[in-house]
C-alpha cells in the first residue's frame, strides 16, 4: 500500500504544494537539476535511428484507454476481436484487447477498495486466536500467535489513528468549503485567486468577511497555491484517501473479494477477472502510463519517455493491498502475451503467498523479460525493513531481472532525495525522479504527483528506450547498461524520515540517479563494440 503523502487533522493541514506544471525530470542534468536528459538524447544521440515497437506492461490499479496522450500508445491484441465475447485468440481471457483486470469479476462488477495485508492476516488469525494464552498453546502454534497479536495491534493502530485524521479533515474540508463558498458570493466572483484575496484583505472594513479573507490567503502563501481550487482538489484527495484507510484497509469486517468470484486461496487458479483494464479508479495507473509513454507526436500535454511502447495494461492493484495471487497472475499474463518491460508500482509488508509471486518472477527470467519496481514510500531502509514483492528470492539470492527503483527530486541539493522514498544501499539499485512528477490522470487531464510509484516508470521508460533503439539488448544488458550509466552523487542530503544527513550515494547500490542520455551512449559503445568484432 502506498503511504499518504498528507496527513491532517482540524488543527493541522499539510498539502501538497501544487508544483509548476512542466516535466522537469526530462530535462538535462544540471549543477541545480538532477534531470535524466530525455530530449537531448533524442535530439543528439537517436535522431537518425529507427525504434522497434516494445511492449511496456503496466501492472497497477488500472489506465484510462481514452485518454488523448495514451490511446494511440496501447498495446493492441492482435488476435482479439473486441467485444465478441469470445476467447479468440485462446489465451484464457476474453475480448483481452488492451490487456487484462485480475480484480475484475465476470459480470463486468470491479473491486476498488481492499483491505490492507496486515488486515487480512489478522482476520484470518483471529478466530483460531482470539481470547487465547501463549501459554496454553503448542510450541508450533506459538510462532502463529505471536503473528495474530503484531497483526492485531497493527491494524487497531492504524484504525484508530485513520479514523482519527479522517474526521479531523472531514471538519477542515466543510469549514473550509462554506468559507469559500461564502466568499465568493460575497465578493461576486467565480474563483478566488491569491490577487483576488489580496485586493479584498486590502480593501473590506467588515471584519466578519475580512477574517475568513486573510485567513485563506494565508493558507494559499503557506501552501503555494494559485487559487482556492487548488487547495479544495489537495483537500478532497486527503479526506478520500484517508476515508479507505480508515473505513475499508484497517477495518477487518470489509470484503470485496467476493467481486471477482475465485477462491483466493487457490494460487493455481487463472481463469478469473474480465478485461476491463481502466476499473473504477484508474488515476494512478493512468499517471504511471504517462510516464513511460504518453504520445509524443500530437502535441498535447505531456511527452513520455519511450516514443515507440505500446502499453499493456494488467490491472491488479486495488486501492488497498494487492494480492500475492494477482501478482503472480498479472506477471504470467504480460510475460505470456508479449511484455519485454514489466512496470510494478506497488509494495506491502507482508506477502503470505510470497513464492507464488517468486515463481511468476522465475518465469518472467526465465523469458528475458525486465521488471522495474518501485521501492515504496515509507522513508526507511530496505536492506533491514520488509518490503513486497521482494527484490531477493526466499534464499536471499538477487532476483537478476529485477530493478528496484528510489525516488529522487529535482533540486541537487540537501533536498535531492525524496523525503518519502525507501532506500537501501544493498536493495534499492538506483534512483530516479519521483516528486512533482507531471503526467496523464483520467479525462485527459494531467497533474503532478509524487512517489517511487513515479520513479519506477521513469526507470521503465529508460528500459524501453533502449530495447526499441537497441532491440538485441537482454534485460540483462539493459539492466547493467542502466544501473553502469546512473550519474552518482556525492551531495549530502536528508535521510529519509530523519534528520540525519548522509551522502546521496550511500542510499542506493549505484549512489546515482538514472540517465537515458548516459545510457544510450553506453549502448551505442557496447554496439560499435559488437560490430567491430
Known sequence: MKKLLISASVCLLSIAASAQETQWYLQDKTDKTAGISVERTYRELLKDRK?????????????????????????????????????????????????????????????????????????????KYEGKDRASLKPAEQKEYDLYKKTKEEVEKNQAQYKAQYQGISQFYAQYSQAVDVL?????????????????????????????????????????????????????????????????NYNPDFDSRSIVGDDPTDLNQRDYGNSDIAGPRPDHGTHVAGIIGADRTNDLGIKGISDAVQIMGVRAVPDGDERDKDIANAIRYAVDNGAQIINMSFGKDYSPQRKAVEDAERYALSKGVLMVHAAGNDGKDIDTAANYPSPRFIDGSAIPNVITVGASAEPNDA???????????????????????????????????????????????????????????TYADIKRIILQSATP???????????DMVDFSSLSKTGGIVNLYDAVKMALAQEGSTKGK
Do not use: C
Open 489 to 499: 552523487y556525492k551531495t549530502k542530503v536528508h535521510r529519509p524520515e530523519s534528520t
Open 184 to 248: 465568493k458570493k460575497a465578493l461576486n466572483v467565480s474563483k478566488l485567486d491569491t490577487a483576488t484575496l489580496q485586493k479584498a484583505a486590502d480593501t473590506l472594513s467588515d471584519a466578519t468577511l475580512k477574517r475568513p479573507v486573510t485567513g485563506i490567503l494565508r493558507l494559499l502563501r503557506q501552501q503555494g497555491a494559485a487559487d482556492t481550487d487548488v487547495v479544495m482538489n489537495e483537500l478532497e484527495k486527503a479526506n478520500e484517501q484517508l476515508k479507505s484507510r480508515a473505513e475499508y
Open 51 to 127: 525504434p522497434t515497437p516494445v511492449v511496456v506492461a503496466v501492472i497497477d490499479g488500472g489506465i484510462d484507454t481514452t485518454h488523448e496522450d495514451l490511446k494511440r500508445v496501447l498495446w493492441v491484441n492482435p488476435k482479439e476481436i473486441a467485444g465478441n465475447g469470445k476467447d479468440d485468440d485462446k489465451n484464457g481471457y476474453v475480448d483481452d484487447v488492451h490487456g487484462w483486470n485480475f480484480i475484475g469479476g465476470k459480470d463486468g462488477r470491479n473491486v476498488s477498495y481492499e483491505t490492507a495485508e496486515v488486515t487480512r492476516l489478522y482476520a484470518q488469525l483471529k478466530p
Open 415 to 473: 533536498d535531492l532525495v525524496a523525503s518519502f522514498s525507501n532506500y537501501g544501499k544493498q536493495n534499492v539499485d538506483v534512483f530516479a525522479p519521483g516528486k512533482d512528477i507531471y503526467s496523464t490522470v483520467p479525462g485527459s487531464k494531467y497533474e503532478n504527483n509524487s512517489g517511487t510509484s513515479m520513479a519506477s516508470p521513469v526507470v521503465a521508460g529508460v528500459a524501453a528506450v533502449l530495447k526499441s533503439y537497441f532491440p538485441k539488448l
